[in-house]
C-alpha cells in the first residue's frame, strides 16, 4: 500500500518538534493563533525556547515578524516608530514614524512585553482595541494582525490595574511554557537532540535531575551550556556555571551517587540475565545441569553485591524490593535444582 503522502504543516511541525523537544503544547498553541489571528502570551521561567521556537516556526510559515524588545526602559519615542524630526523642526508638531513602528506589520513578537512601563502599555492596550494609532492630527489604521508575546511574567503578576487588564483581554491565548518534568530522561533527550543520540555523557543529565530534586531546576538553555563546558573543560568546570553554582557541594555528591547508581543498574541487569538463563534452562542434559550449578551460584553472588551496596535514599525502597525478590527467586530456583537431584 501507498504511503499517504504528509501534508506540509506536518512535516514544518515534526522538523520543529526534533529541533525543540517538549514543545508540542506550544505549537499548538501558536498554529492556534496563527489559524485565529487572536494574540498569545507564552510565559515561564527563561532558558525554555519560547523566542527561538517563536521565531523558527515563524520563519517555517515565511513570516518576517517586527520584533522589539519591550522592558523598563521602553519609550514613547521607540514605540511608536521615532520622532519625525524634520515636521518638529518644520512645523513644532510632534509626529512619529510609524512606518518604522510595529503597527505597519501584520506579525509581531513583543519581547518581555509586561516589562514595560504603564504609560507605555495603556497607549498600546487604546491602539489595540481601536486598530488606529491617534496622535493629534497624525492618524494611522495598524496593520497588525497577530501579536505573540514572550515574557517571563505572570498575567497575575501583571494585571495591576483595570487598564493593564483591559489589555490582556487582547491577548487571549496563552500558555506556561515548562516541562512536564526535570529528570534525568528528559535531560537526556533534550542533550541527544543537540549532541547526537548515544553522544551524552549519562553523568550531566544524572546531575542535572538533582539539581531539580535539590530545588534549583537549570533551563534547558543552560543544561546545554553545562554540558558544552563539561565537554571541553571537565567537570570541575560546572563550578563555574552560575546555577550550579548556587550549590557547589551537590556535584561532588552527585558525581558519588551516581556511581553508586550505576553500580546498583549494572547489579540489577546481571541478576536479570543470570534469572532469565536459569528459568530457560531445562536441565535435562549434563552440560544444562552444570550451567544450571554455575548460574545458581552466580545469582547467589549478585545477591550478595547488591545487599552490600551502599545506596541513595531514592534508591533505598528499590533495592530493598530488589534484595527480597531476588532472594525470594534464589530460593525458588534453587529447589528446581533440588528436585531434580531428588528424581534422578
Known sequence: MATAKKSKAVVESEGLSKDFVFMDKSLSILDIGLKTGKNIV????????????TMAYLAEKGISPYVITMGTG?????????????????????????????????????????????FILEQLKDILSSKVFRNGTQIFPIKTKFIICCTN?????????????ALMERFPLELNVLWDNYTEASYNKLLETKFGEGNVDPIIPF???????GGITI?????????????????????????????????????????????????????????????????ISESEISDYKNDIEALAASIR???KLTVS????????ALVKSSTELYTSLSKKLTVKSIME
Open 207 to 213: 546531575l542535572l535531575q538533582e539539581y531539580h530534586r
Open 74 to 118: 521602553m519609550t514613547t519615542d521607540r514605540m511608536f516608530g521615532g520622532l519625525d524630526i524634520p515636521t518638529f523642526e518644520r512645523s513644532g508638531k510632534i509626529e512619529y514614524l510609524v512606518e518604522n513602528s510595529f503597527m505597519n506589520y501584520e506579525y509581531v513578537v513583543f519581547e518581555e512585553l509586561f516589562d514595560a512601563p504603564d
Open 305 to 307: 553485591d547488591i545487599k
Open 153 to 165: 511574567r505572570t498575567r497575575e503578576e501583571f494585571s495591576k490595574n483595570a487598564s493593564l487588564k
Open 219 to 283: 533551563s534547558p538553555r543552560v543544561a546545554v551550556t553545562a554540558y558544552t563546558v563539561y565537554e571541553e573543560c571537565g567537570p570541575d568546570s560546572l563550578n563555574f556555571i552560575a546555577e550550579f553554582a548556587k550549590k557547589p557541594a551537590l556535584i561532588a555528591d552527585t558525581l558519588k551517587k551516581y556511581q553508586s547508581t550505576l553500580k546498583f543498574r549494572k547489579l540489577s541487569s546481571d541478576l536479570d540475565i543470570v534469572v532469565g538463563k536459569l528459568k530457560a534452562n531445562n536441565l
Open 313 to 320: 535514599d531514592d534508591l533505598a525502597a528499590i533495592h530493598a
Open 42 to 53: 507564552l510565559y515561564g521561567p527563561g532558558g525554555h525556547g519560547k523566542s527561538e521556537l
